[in-house]
Structures are given as structure tokens and as C-alpha cells.
């Protein structure tokens, strides 16, 4: 549930910081992935959540999708760097 946790945290994060410039189908999809793990979590219990084949699909898409964010959110904030316009390095 933790990795859940991280992964939110950072593309939440990321929305807030680049004004929700993100991919909204990456998003979406991470986020669709977090509630199934969170109702999961709910629903199971621990050990069941944690040998759970389903969730551990689910928490791998979504550290793949939040990664994904990331290097597009770090691609898309380097091209709009202002010293990138100005031609300074």
C-alpha cells in the first residue's frame, strides 16, 4: 500500500507543480489504478491484499505509468525552460 501511497503522492505533486499539464489519459489511468488498490486494500486483508495476483498487476501499471509521468513531465519542463527560448545555455 505504501508504493500506492508514493505513487500518488508524485504524480499529485507533479499536477500541482507543472499547472495540470500532465497527459490527462496517463493520469487518469494512474489514478483508476490507485482507487482499485485502495478499495482492495479495504476490502482484503493484509495477507490476502498482499499475495493478491490482481493488485500486484494493478501496483506494477502503476509504478510504470507514475515513471512514464515523470520523464514526461521532466521532458515537457526542460523544452519549456526559458533559457531554451533564448538560445542561453
Known amino acids: 500500500m505504501q508504493q500506492?501511497?508514493?505513487?500518488?503522492?508524485?504524480?499529485r505533486t507533479l499536477l500541482v507543480l507543472n499547472n495540470?499539464?500532465?497527459?490527462?489519459a496517463e493520469r487518469e489511468t494512474a489514478m483508476i489504478?490507485?482507487?482499485?488498490?485502495?478499495?482492495?486494500?479495504?476490502?482484503l486483508g493484509r495477507e490476502a491484499f498482499e499475495s493478491s495476483e490482481e493488485?500486484?498487476?494493478?501496483?506494477?501499471r502503476l509504478r510504470e505509468m507514475t515513471e512514464?509521468?515523470?520523464?514526461?513531465?521532466h521532458k515537457r519542463?526542460?523544452?519549456n525552460m526559458p533559457w531554451r527560448s533564448s538560445g542561453e545555455v
Not at 495540470?20 to 490527462?24: H, M, Q, S
Not at 493488485?55 to 506494477?60: C, I, N, Q, Y
Request: include cysteine; hydrophobic fraction near 45%; charged fraction near 35%.
Open 4 to 11: 500506492t501511497i508514493d505513487c500518488e503522492g508524485t504524480i
Open 20 to 24: 495540470a499539464l500532465r497527459p490527462l
Open 33 to 43: 489504478d490507485i482507487e482499485f488498490i485502495r478499495k482492495k486494500h479495504e476490502l
Open 55 to 60: 493488485v500486484a498487476r494493478r501496483l506494477a
Open 68 to 73: 512514464q509521468i515523470v520523464g514526461m513531465d
Open 77 to 79: 519542463t526542460v523544452e
